[in-house]
């Protein structure tokens, strides 16, 4: 049982599954032809789902949100540029900045990982940063982001400011998106992989301003997205209420987790995401083993004693939670 890297646990539905078949049995006639470079089918179709009076040339996508954000690094970051973001933050951040070149600065939280608009103005113009990267809902804390700290942010530098928004359907917030218009420097990056169920196909995208996509065509190596995964992703967000079906279920069992855990004495956190990071761990690695020893993965951070966990589907979420109170039975739990 695999809850250690926020997959959506819930399967697309067959009814979607044979759509997005037959879109791709058609596509699969045409490949003999190099795919559209512009994939405008897609864009719109992106836009059509995010709302927000998007069009077609706010939209850019990648094989995968990691894609999108390595093409942001190399249009806007490289050697002699630097990337600031506030840690613990998603681990690949780092990593792809380190890989485009881009120096990566860490700046510090508040309390209880959240992040203020003076906190992060302030980190800015002490580090003046070419690019900020924000994380919202943050992985792996499931910490949101107010949309006063975004524009505080934007406002603080006159670079690229990116927001990863890809929990955001599992959020209660406003998304950044709505700051888009007058911001033409912000970027939201968002992806299929996790409320979407679509994590094997490899479709992330973002928003931003059409300058935005014409930097980040200079970038991208020629056809980059296959004419297989435009037919997929198009055929799946035909059927977004579908597709997206499973959030308010695993919504419930996150919520789940967080009562259960407490329960049981340990620490977690509050969550606008598809996972739980609690603290309280004695031990993280001995419970990570203990954990594994009975066929469930979840996940160690950087954070010491604190483990992160996925919210899968009702039956996973038992597994998991008679799994931890039969751990703290054994005392491997800390205050
Ligand atoms: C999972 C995740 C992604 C993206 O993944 P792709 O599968 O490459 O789209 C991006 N950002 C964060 C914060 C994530 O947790």
């Not at 791709?24 to 179709?45: C, H, I, K």
């Not at 942001?72 to 380190?98: D, E, K, N």
């Not at 203020?116 to 002490?126: G, K, M, N, W």
């Amino acid at each position: 049982m695999r809850l250690n890297v926020n997959e959506n646990t819930h399967p697309v539905p067959e009814a979607v599954a044979t759509d997005i078949v037959m879109a791709l049995a058609q596509a699969v006639m045409g490949v003999n032809r190099y795919p559209d470079r512009e994939f405008t089918t897609l864009r719109e179709s992106l836009a059509g789902y995010l709302g927000h009076g998007l069009g077609p040339e706010n939209l850019w996508a990648a094989n995968g949100s990691n894609e999108v954000i390595q093409q942001v690094l190399q249009a806007f970051g490289g050697p002699g540029r630097s990337v600031l973001g506030f840690p613990p933050t998603y681990s690949m951040h780092p990593i792809i900045a380190g890989s485009t070149g881009t120096r990566w600065i860490d700046a510090a939280r508040d309390d209880a990982y959240e992040i203020s608009p003076e906190t992060v103005a302030a980190a800015i113009r002490r580090e003046n940063p070419d690019i900020v990267f924000l994380c919202s809902p943050n992985n792996p804390t499931g910490t949101p982001i107010g949309l006063e700290t975004i524009a505080a942010a934007y406002d603080a530098h006159p670079g690229i400011l990116l927001v990863d928004e890809a929990y955001a359907e599992f959020g209660e917030g406003d998304t950044a998106l709505t700051l888009l218009p007058g911001r033409p420097r912000l970027l939201v990056s968002r992806t299929m992989s996790k409320a979407f169920a679509f994590a094997g196909a490899r479709l992330g995208y973002l928003a931003a301003d059409p300058a935005v996509a014409d930097a980040l065509r200079l970038v991208r190596l020629p056809y980059h997205l296959s004419a297989l995964t435009q037919a997929a992703a198009v055929a799946a967000l035909g059927h977004a209420p579908e597709m997206l079906a499973m959030v308010d279920d695993i919504k419930r069992q996150r919520d789940r987790i967080i009562v259960g855990l407490r329960d049981l004495g340990y620490l977690p956190l509050p969550s606008e995401s598809n996972f739980v990071l609690f603290g309280g761990v004695d031990d993280p690695h001995a419970v990570f083993q203990e954990l594994l020893a009975g066929g469930v993965i979840i996940r160690e951070v950087s954070i010491p004693n604190h483990l992160r966990v996925t919210a899968g589907s009702e039956a996973e979420t038992s597994i998991f939670l008679d799994a931890m109170g039969r751990i703290a039975a054994l005392g491997k739990i800390g205050t």
